[in-house]
DNA sequence: TTAGGGTTAG
């Protein structure tokens, strides 16, 4: 009677996640000297790991004196559990020819599916098919699961056709992988053929949404889910969906599902509360943002993380190194993601030595290898603060090949920095070897070689950008007055108030040509006509008329709030600074890489976008 | 004993 007991006792355990419960019935067994009985001992390798501990359930198996198919598994899965899918794989090679069971090659997948590694993943599937275990549909799913997660989309097809009878988690496995992909219309084929839908199967779809940029589908999809009546039981769809709000900077939905959150009692979720820091920060709230962390009773290293970033981009650096030395102080270690957020803000601000010093501290102190990314944020700060050279060695040193920003990181330093020659040589090589496919690049190289007077270049740049211009977006901005959205396409000229926002605008272009000395930069414009045409066509970008727009309209002295799909160009950016001294109002501009604070004549970016 | 959904950069 005494097995079934603990039997039980474990299993309880397991699903409570009570690590504490688990050791003292563990010592309990021993001392009742029934711990060798199989069941026993595979149910606590088990229960360690779901309970995170793969220490203990390591140790547990390596004293067990005889392991049958189900100790593999447990100490497989456990491993997995504890995201140390590594050591599944390199644990299964010590076996010496274990032959796997369906249990093992489920672990073994999900291991692959973890990593990533599909070379893995692609012979663990070969030695399946081969075995006598080659029909069972719970592999299969997994499988599904591993391609989805490699990118193989229509090799997890594949399988998910194989698959004889197909339930719920099959399906969630299938549709989460053609939405992650950005395949859409399968996606949500896929998902109405669902027999039977639980939570899993509308967060798997709003969330593959979410994570392929689709967030207007993401929340038209969770609309439909509240109409169902779907019980949200756990807030995972939630995180979801106030990361649509974020990555459309959509603040007045966002502010809603915030809501929502604390209708549903999810707002003491770490997981939660991190995705609304990033949330609200994307949304250009950043007081918002700092009250959502300052509220929080446990905080992560995203928490600390999300914020940073957050005021990186928002042009506080000095306010994200503060915050680093408290997380820091607060025992909680920076990941790699931290460290981008600090070199940007030391690159904004131009703390050259404190830039170095962090990067350096990223290798010494925590070991995290710097990133391609990590490179570029260096390479902006020591461009930016005129040491090309050093900038340029870097480019050369650092062990992977440049990508399209970090040249164009280098180019732009050449540019501000007025060196020409330099700035040549570069585009030179971009031009005739590299292939960018940023038309920002091309903008870039097509100032740098005006400059030099290369008028040859310069067309050879403009053509080829008119050959990609065909995919180009129309450029928008939108603006948020009094809880509406109003959005404005570039030289959209049809709008109900267009006379008071020409009117407006006329009248912020004369005051600054005439106490600014503001002409046009017509460099920007990289279409073929005359100056008076690209004035035109420059006074009716989408950004201008939503900021006046905004001031026409918005409650008096709250900050104009646009949310632009292109970036702000050169002209727009010296305009919007004259606006906000004119005005002496706020204006906070999110365009496609940055964000943008101008007040009182400057900006945030500290003219570097 | 095995399979499905979540947050920070770009």
Known sequence: MLIPHYLHQLKLCARNRTLTTAKSLHAQIVKLGIAQCSPLANTLVNVYGKC?????????????????????????????????????????????GLRPDDFVYSA??????????????????????????????????????????????DSAKAVFD????????????????????GRKEEALELFRRIPVKNLYSWTALISGFVQSGKGLEA???????????????????????????????????GRQVHGLVIALGFDSCVFISNALIDMYAKCSDVVAAKDIFSRMRHRDVVSWTSLIVGMAQHGQAENAMALYDDMVSHGVKPNEVTFVGLIYACSHVGFVAKGRELFQSMTKDYKIRPSLQHYTCLLDLLGRSGLLDEAENLIHSMPFPPDE???????????????????VRIADYLLSSFKPKDPSTYILL????????????????????????????????????????????????????????????????????????????????????????????????????????GLLKAVQGTPIRIVKNLRVCGDCHVVLKHISEITEREIIVRDATRYHHFKGGKCSCNDFW
């Open 52 to 96: 995170g501990s793969a220490s203990h359930a390591l140790q547990l198996f390596d004293e067990m004196p005889q392991r049958d198919h189900i100790a593999w598994a447990s100490v497989l899965t456990a491993l997995n559990q504890a995201n140390l899918s590594g050591k599944t794989l390199s644990v299964f090679t010590s076996s010496n």
């Open 108 to 153: 073994l997948v999900k291991a692959c599916a973890n990593l990533g590694t599909i070379k893995h993943g692609k012979q663990v599937h070969g030695n399946f098919i081969v075995s006598e275990y080659s029909h069972d549909d719970v592999v299969k799913s997994s499988l599904v699961d591993m391609y989805a997660k490699c990118d193989l989309v």
């Open 162 to 181: 194989s698959i004889r009878v197909k339930n719920t988690i099959s399906w969630t496995a299938m549709v989460s992988g053609f939405a992650k992909s």
């Open 219 to 253: 929340f038209s999809v969770f609309i439909e889910m509240r109409r169902e009546k779907v019980d949200i039981l756990d807030p995972l769809v939630l995180s979801s969906i106030v990361g649509a709000c974020a990555n459309l900077a959509a603040s007045i939905a």
């Open 405 to 423: 920003p970090t040249w164009a990181a280098l180019l732009s330093a050449c540019k501000r920095q007025g060196q020409g020659q330099m700035g």
């Open 446 to 549: 097509s100032n740098i070689y005006a400059s030099a007077s290369l008028w040859g270049k310069v067309s050879e740049a403009r053509r080829k950008l008119g050959d990609m211009e065909v995919r180009k977006d129309p450029g928008y901005s939108s603006v948020e007055v009094r809880k509406e959205t109003e959005v404005f396409y570039a030289g959209e000229t049809s709008h109900p108030l267009k006379h008071e926002i020409f009117g407006l605008l006329k009248e912020f272009e004369e005051e600054m040509r005439r106490r600014k000395g503001y002409v046009p930069d017509t460099s920007w414009i990289l279409h073929d006509m005359d100056e008076q045409e690209k004035e035109k066509l420059l006074f009716w970008h989408s950004e201008r008329s939503a900021v006046a727009y």
